[in-house]
């Protein structure tokens, strides 16, 4: 039986699933929001990485639980995705529920500090996140930092 959900560090990831999860975000951030930017930021590195497979083993949810010290002083959750075939499914507040289930399993109850795209903001909430009041474009999208105490 298939995994669905799998959750390990840098090391670990197989070739497969390391171009998978590439592919994935670049067909959403770079390919359909049109904006190009380097996603390759070289903090995949000191993350561990949560990957939802279907049935054929593709990759259709991910998301990355960025170590402390790395984007913010806190743990951070970025990459944030759902394959475009599998939204509107749940599978997304699924994705959220299992990265701060392992989040917590990795480094405790911990502040988790993301960089939400402002229309998410909503969606964000729902997980106990509160907008630290700090907007800003990133990549030439509104974004607004949000915590989770």
């Not at 960025?66 to 990459?79: M, T, W």
């Not at 599978?91 to 911990?110: P, R, W």
């Not at 903001?121 to 990133?138: A, H, I, R």
Request: net charge negative.
């Amino acid at each position: 039986m298939l995994q669905k959900w799998k959750v390990c560090s840098y090391d670990d990831l197989s070739k497969q699933e390391l171009h998978q999860l590439m592919i994935l975000r670049q067909n959403v951030f770079i390919v359909e929001q049109n904006c190009p930017y380097k996603d390759a930021d070289n903090k995949d590195f000191n993350s561990h990485h949560l990957m939802r497979f279907n049935e054929n083993t593709q990759i259709i949810a991910y998301l990355r639980i960025v170590a402390p010290g790395i984007s913010y002083k806190e743990v951070s959750l970025g990459r944030i995705v759902t394959d475009i075939d599998n939204r509107g499914t749940g599978l997304g507040i699924e994705l959220m529920k299992m990265g701060l289930q392992f989040t917590e399993s990795i480094y405790g109850k911990v502040d988790i500090r993301i960089s939400a795209q402002t229309h998410l903001v909503p969606f964000y909430k729902k997980f106990d996140f509160e907008s630290t009041g700090k907007q800003y474009l990133e990549d030439d999208i509104p974004h607004t930092e949000m915590i989770r105490y």
